[in-house]
């Protein structure tokens, strides 16, 4: 559909709307109120997946204060919004920024693809609580990477940080498991002791009491991947109490998947709480016709009475450490005890093939990139497939793997290619599945913008609207940005947050649904989106005709002891 086509139908449905009464475009308008700032005269997309409809919005004090017509002269400011899409700021409601915040608050590739909140805190790991061996490893690794100081070890400690350095977007997180697991009782692969156990779900409660929005857990990395289903169930019984979310990357996302779901499930039902899977996927091809199986498992579980909630990034590839690849036991007990296992000729014919069968899986080496390096020695092989890495080093695969995050003491990043585009769009449009971009705020310049990053930390929600709505018609323009909004919102419990609705945040994003695209790939990932013109954050312009204005109007976001997140 061209540009012309695209905005003719939606301001034709746009005004429909408008002739069906004006009731709806009223709501808020006042005789005799200032705005700080009017939206005007574009199609409103009000997040809760209704008909789009013309309207102007006016914003003042942080609010959305009325929707409807709004005389120009009543404004301090007016963006024309003629032929351009206004909705709620969209919810990463997967991020992995953290402590990126701290070393570059404007938050670029998150917020100029329209994105005002962050979820983070996921797959087990979060930058709090620390015990004080973690405390010295994250101060000297920190100082050493960065430059930056790391003076907490809790929440509180964690996110009054932020506060005090002011952030472009609003930040949220999670208390991962793995790292409450690692605080208590190591890196081991064992049960907790009673009292290691007790350990665990007293600092659980402490972050559930500073604002973590619930439980996350990373099952395929270590320590997570050690605990019980039914160590899992009673920390997230203490997570529950005040209203706290469960996040799992699941114990398996390609040949026990369907294990792993019901795993997750199970958790879910027996704590009771809420669920929210990550980045819902299936690896390798003799794994994708269960598809059907797995979705009807959410649908069962949906249709009993369960809360939850699924995410998912626009990509048949995932970014992870090349660690991954290697079995649970050789990573056991952290970096140390690895590379002294990769180095061991003791373990060689288990390790071989163990990544035999990833090969298998994979179908070829040229399916693996190297993202990521620590050194500058071999930042060259960023952006190379090991297979071509492999090959330039005069070494097989195995060895070219094993000797690189030995040298790297497994500080290697990667981007896989493990999916199918038929798989990834039928759990993309299902209507519990949200946009997570599984990446983090970074830039094309500074400290940040080391390695060749995924893709999807620079273009997922441009790539959702353009690619899957706009050119595929995977689902409405409206549905989708509900998916993005207000359904997030709801789930993770978000006060005034996800729509436009008169008193909610001005959280706001006003993109052209006819131009915006991602522009990022995986040989050139650092690019910003096209056609997202403005961003509002807490009512302040973050975003203006697609440049960052420098404005850093974020606020903390923390969930209190009902539940709510404000």
């Given at each position: 559909m061209d540009r012309r086509s695209f905005l003719r139908r939606s301001l034709k449905t746009a005004a429909a709307v408008t002739a069906a009464g004006p009731g709806l475009l009223l709501q808020g308008c006042r005789t005799g109120t200032d705005f700080d700032l009017v939206i005007a005269g574009g199609t409103v997309f009000d997040g809760t997946g209704g008909a789009p409809f013309r309207a102007d919005v006016g914003v003042s004090g942080g609010a959305v204060r009325a929707v409807g017509k709004i005389r120009r002269s009543r404004a301090a400011a007016v963006v024309e919004a003629e032929g351009l899409a206004v909705s709620p700021g969209f919810i990463d409601v997967h991020d992995h920024t953290d402590i990126g915040l701290l070393i570059n608050p404007k938050a670029e590739s998150a917020v100029r693809q329209g994105v005002?909140?962050?979820?983070?805190?996921?797959?087990?790991?979060?930058?709090?609580?620390?015990?004080?061996?973690?405390?010295?490893?994250?101060?000297?690794?920190?100082?050493?990477?960065?430059?930056?100081?790391?003076?907490?070890?809790?929440?509180?400690?964690?996110l009054g940080r932020?506060?005090?350095?002011?952030?472009?977007?609003?930040?949220?997180?999670?208390?991962?498991?793995?790292?409450?697991?690692?605080?208590?009782?190591?890196?081991?692969?064992?049960l907790p002791s009673a009292a290691e156990l007790e350990r665990m779900k007293a600092l659980v409660a402490e972050s559930m009491a500073g604002g973590a929005l619930g439980l996350s857990s990373g099952l395929e990395y270590t320590p997570g991947s050690f605990a019980a289903t039914e160590e899992l169930i009673e920390l997230c019984r203490v997570a529950a109490r005040t209203g706290g979310l469960y996040a799992t990357h699941m114990r398996d996302e390609e040949g026990r998947v369907l294990e792993a779901v019901d795993e997750a499930l199970r958790i879910s039902r027996e704590a009771p709480v809420r669920l929210q899977i990550s980045h819902l996927k299936i690896g390798f091809a003799e794994n994708w016709p269960k598809i059907d199986a797995?979705?009807?498992?959410?649908?069962?579980a949906r249709?009993?009475?369960?809360?939850?909630?699924?995410?998912?990034?626009?990509y048949i590839a995932g970014a992870t450490s090349l660690s991954i690849l290697f079995p649970l036991w050789a990573r056991e007990g952290g970096t140390e005890r690895f590379v002294a296992r990769l180095e061991d000729p003791a373990h060689d014919a288990r390790l071989r093939a163990h990544l035999a069968e990833q090969e298998r899986g994979y179908g070829s080496w040229d399916r693996i990139l190297i993202s990521e390096v620590g050194s500058d020695k071999n930042r060259g092989l960023e952006g190379k497939s090991v297979l071509e890495a492999a090959a330039g080093a005069g070494k097989a695969p195995f060895e070219f793997m094993r000797d690189l995050l030995i040298e790297e003491s497994e500080r290697v990043g990667m981007v896989a290619f493990y999916g199918r585009e038929d798989v990834l769009k039928r759990i993309l449009a299902h209507p519990?599945?949200?946009?997570?971009?599984d990446g983090g705020a970074v830039a094309p310049y500074g400290p940040l913008s080391q390695g060749r990053p995924h893709?999807?930390?620079?273009?997922?929600?441009?790539?959702?609207?353009?690619?899957?709505?706009?050119?595929?018609?995977l689902v409405p323009l409206e549905e989708m940005i509900r998916k993005m909004t207000a359904m997030p919102a709801a789930h993770l419990g978000f006060v005034?947050?996800?729509?436009?609705?008169?008193?909610?945040?001005?959280?706001?994003?006003?993109?052209?649904?006819?131009?915006?695209?991602?522009?990022?790939?995986?040989?050139?990932?650092?690019?910003y989106p096209e056609g997202v013109e403005k961003v509002l954050v807490n009512g302040h312009v973050v975003v203006d005709s697609g440049e960052h204005t420098g404005k850093l109007a974020g606020r903390v976001l923390r969930k209190n002891e009902r539940g709510a997140v404000a």
């Open positions: 005002t909140t962050l979820v983070s805190g996921q797959c087990g790991g979060s930058p709090f609580p620390l015990s004080d061996r973690e405390f010295e490893e994250a101060r000297r690794s920190a100082a050493d990477e960065y430059g930056l100081d790391v003076d907490w070890r809790d929440i509180g400690g964690f932020i506060e005090r350095a002011g952030t472009a977007i609003n930040y949220s997180t999670f208390v991962g498991h793995g790292t409450v697991r690692g605080a208590a009782m190591g890196l081991d692969d064992r797995l979705l009807a498992k959410i649908d069962e249709a009993e009475g369960l809360d939850l909630h699924a995410d998912r990034y626009p519990l599945v949200g946009v997570g971009a893709p999807r930390f620079y273009g997922t929600f441009p790539r959702v609207l353009g690619k899957y709505v706009r050119e595929e018609k005034r947050r996800g729509q436009i609705k008169v008193g909610w945040a001005a959280d706001l994003c006003v993109f052209d649904p006819a131009r915006i695209i991602d522009k990022a790939t995986f040989q050139e990932p650092a690019v």
